[in-house]
T-cell receptor, first 113, second 114 residues
């Protein structure tokens, strides 16, 4: 079955450490996205990529980094510069054209030890 | 950027009754209007979407209506069932060519009372 896989489901980080969240899709989608969701709030866009080897900052990119070396993969690194990293992180993908839906993975919950 | 407001933030309805959630947006160039359902611990799932050349779309118990002049669109769920309990998000977008950026509302927690 086609879909988006995020791993791990739960992740713990010590202060001062970088941590990388994995996102893989087998939908043959060109565009991929990372969102952050805090309790009781909507989704906020961190980074997005419309094509391999290219990506753009979203609304809250500070303290995060991404890469897009393969069409199927869009890993997100939460760096030590991110002061409040505890959140639910969601990855999505789409065909990358206007008026097309985004398809989401089931998220990674990151907590600070 | 796009400003999105979603109302109400919480909604409780008796099983079998109807539920309506409204989403207001600010970017008049937006032309794609999806609704997502999120269950606890899961990612959002698309339940229905509408494009700007259509005023209404229905899929079984779910419908979306669009008023582009007033810049709002609404989700209608009829004959509600316990499995409809979830958080619902609107996410208007599609205004930039070649870019499927969506702006999410803050969500509506729908509770169906058996």
């Amino acid at each position: 079955d086609g879909g988006i896989t995020q791993s791990p489901k739960y992740l713990f980080r010590k202060e001062g450490q970088n941590v990388t969240l994995s996102c893989e899709q087998n939908l043959n989608h060109d565009a991929m996205y990372w969102y952050r969701q805090d309790p009781g709030q909507g989704l906020r866009l961190i980074y997005y990529s419309q094509i391999v080897n290219d990506f753009q900052k979203g609304d809250i990119a500070e303290g995060y980094s991404v890469s897009r070396e393969k069409k199927e993969s869009f890993p997100l690194t939460v760096t030590s510069a991110q002061k409040n990293p505890t959140a639910f992180y969601l990855c999505a993908s789409s065909l990358g054209q206007r008026q097309e839906p985004q398809h989401f993975g089931d998220g990674t919950r990151l907590s600070i030890l | 950027g796009e400003n999105v407001e979603q109302h109400p933030s919480t909604l409780s309805v008796q099983e079998g009754d109807s539920a309506v959630i409204k989403c207001t947006y600010s970017d008049s160039a937006s032309n794609y209007f999806p609704w997502y359902k999120q269950e606890l611990g899961k990612g959002p799932q698309l339940i229905i979407d509408i494009r700007s050349n259509v005023g209404e779309k229905k899929d079984q118990r779910i419908a979306v209506t669009l008023n582009k002049t007033a810049k709002h669109f609404s989700l209608h769920i009829t004959e509600t069932q316990p499995e409809d309990s979830a958080v619902y998000f609107c996410a208007p977008g599609g205004s930039n060519f070649g870019n499927e950026k969506l702006t999410f509302g803050t969500g509506t927690r729908l509770t169906i009372i058996p």
